[in-house]
């Protein structure tokens, strides 16, 4: 029987060819929201021949303002579109056959306005082009952050839009899947978690006020999206903090995005503060997963230290998600998907110019993989 990791999965409209994603990871490596034609390049081909049934892209700013970095990837003008769109047409020609590709779209909000994970990742000084950043509430994130200028109205209204509209060129792109980046302390998460929402008004206090602009934003988007495209959501199945966001409360925000057309959920955490203690450790967000998925019925993916082809198979195998999605793994690694495969029984799909790396005519395949000792 094949592996379970291995078996297509439906997204909603989308036919995916196996349970492997690679999860999305900013390259902070644009131009003014314009995909880097040479790093973007190489980063999008590579994982488009990684044997992944899915490859989303990086978290994408829906406006300028909504990006982390300076160079951080954006979506809300032809010319990003343009650039993001040279990227996929290269990226297209190598992918092995079926797979698919996403869009993580999103705003920093509070967590905007800071330097490149490798310059410190701390907010912007004065001299290095800060800008007024945007937030439910006027509560920066940590001390030393900038204070954001809490969304009115017409704010909202502007943020709302800007998501359609990034959906519209994301559908324009031909890409498959659209992913609301809803986690990790961004702008949609700090809607829900009290710990950075504080407003009074009808999106902040109980859960249902705090879910409710970012289902706002589901629901406009899901309206111009074509029917063969999946929406999904990134969402947080905890703030690991009192007063924070908790699984039951995640149970409620998939069963609401569900209610508004959304296919899929992608359950991480963390994020929302600092000085949390994370217990990290292989599968540690999967119970997230798994009880969403219990629950709401809706198409669940895994993610979280998720590393070795047999941890993947287990989990989808155990219907504790229906898709796994790994990041540092691929890039560790961006044949994984390939080696996943072999290691588990199934007969991997190379690019053909790569055929004969298969086992049968290649001794040297089993000599690589054979336990260290083995080897000398
Ligand atoms: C380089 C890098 C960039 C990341 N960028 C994003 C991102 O754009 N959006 C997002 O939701 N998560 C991002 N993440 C988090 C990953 O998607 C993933 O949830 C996390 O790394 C845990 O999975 P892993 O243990 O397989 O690496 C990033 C992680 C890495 C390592």
Redesign the pocket.
Known sequence: MTATLFQPLDIGPVHVPNRIAV????QYSSHDGCAEPDWHTQHLMTLAMSGAGLVML??TAVERLGRITHHCLGLWSDDTQAALARVLASARRVALPGTRFGI?L?HAGRKASAQRPWEGGRALAAEADPWQTVAPSAVPFTDGWHTPAELDEAGLARVRDAFVQAARRAVALGLSVIEL?A??GYLLHQFTSPIANKRTDRYGGSLENRLRFPLEVAHAVRAVLPAHVALGA?ITGSDWTAGGITVEEAVVFARALQAEGVDYVCV?SGGITLGISIPVAPDYQVPFAERIRKEVGIVTRA?????TPAQAEAIVASGRADQV?????F?DNPRWGWHAAESLGVKPVFPPQYDRLSASSWPGSALLRAPVAQKV
């Open positions: 999860a999305p990871m900013c990086e978290a993580q999103g980046h986690a990790h990134r991480t993610v979280g230290l998720i590393v999605a790994l990041a540092r793994a890039l």
